[in-house]
């Protein structure tokens, strides 16, 4: 199985700020990657494919980048409702592996 | 409006079997891979399996810790997804979440299923 590791674990911010979240895979996997968003209670949103296409009715703060094994998702002037977990989510062979999720908080 | 909608969740003991249904509506369901995800009380999400299309031979794939005990299917004549769930066990309790597939699109809220005696 491919191994999805994302960095940092957790990631504190301040309103305003640009952060940006790592993802590393085990193996090459071209640009099958995929960033979702998720808010506590809330089900998973997703923002990215393809490594950096963005999903329709995703604001352009968002953005990805990477190929092979490594990737990146870029928040821009974060808002209080950006603050959440996200996770990177590989889909290029069985079985699709996620990240353990990055936990963004308000500093 | 693009989404999906679970169901079928609730209460079972160790053994037993339930039947999840993701009803999608706001594309073309038939054309699109299916998957099934899921997440334990506090943790990450764990991929369960893929349904492809028909045109594919609704060939299935499933995650390690459920095959051999779970299936999935679809009715591409009702917009459903199902997740036929037998010989559940406590390790199993978890919300489902259903997506397209191979790249993730809508997901709904989810349907808790508790494994427990």
């Known amino acids: 199985d491919i191994q999805m590791t994302q960095s940092p674990s957790s990631l504190s911010a301040s309103v305003g700020d640009r952060v940006t979240i790592t993802c590393r895979a085990s193996?090459?996997?071209?640009?099958?990657l995929a960033w979702l968003q998720q808010k506590p209670g809330k089900a998973p949103k997703s923002l990215i494919y393809a490594a950096s296409s963005l999903q329709s009715g995703v604001p352009s703060k968002f953005s990805g980048s990477g190929s092979g094994t490594d990737f990146t998702l870029t928040i821009s002037s974060l808002q209080p409702e950006d603050f959440a977990t996200y996770y990177c989510?590989?889909?290029?062979?069985?079985?699709?592996?996620f990240g353990q999720g990055t936990k963004l908080e308000i500093k | 409006e693009v989404q999906v909608v679970e169901s079928g969740g609730g209460l079972v003991e160790p053994g037993g079997s339930l039947r999840l249904s993701c009803a999608a509506s706001g594309f073309d369901f038939s054309k699109l891979w299916m998957i099934w995800v899921r997440q334990a009380p506090g943790k990450g999400l764990e991929w369960v399996g893929r349904i492809k299309i028909k045109s594919d031979g609704e060939a299935t794939d499933y995650a390690a810790p459920v095959r051999g005990r779970f299936t999935i299917s679809r009715d591409d004549s009702s917009n459903t997804l199902y997740l036929q769930m037998n010989s559940l066990k406590t390790e199993d309790t978890a919300v489902y979440y259903c997506?397209?597939?191979?790249?993730?699109?809508?997901w709904g809220q989810g349907t808790l299923v508790t494994v427990s005696s």
């Open positions: 989510q590989q889909y290029n062979s069985y079985p699709y592996t």
């Open positions: 997506t397209t597939a191979p790249r993730p699109g809508p």
């Open positions: 193996q090459g996997i071209s640009t099958y």
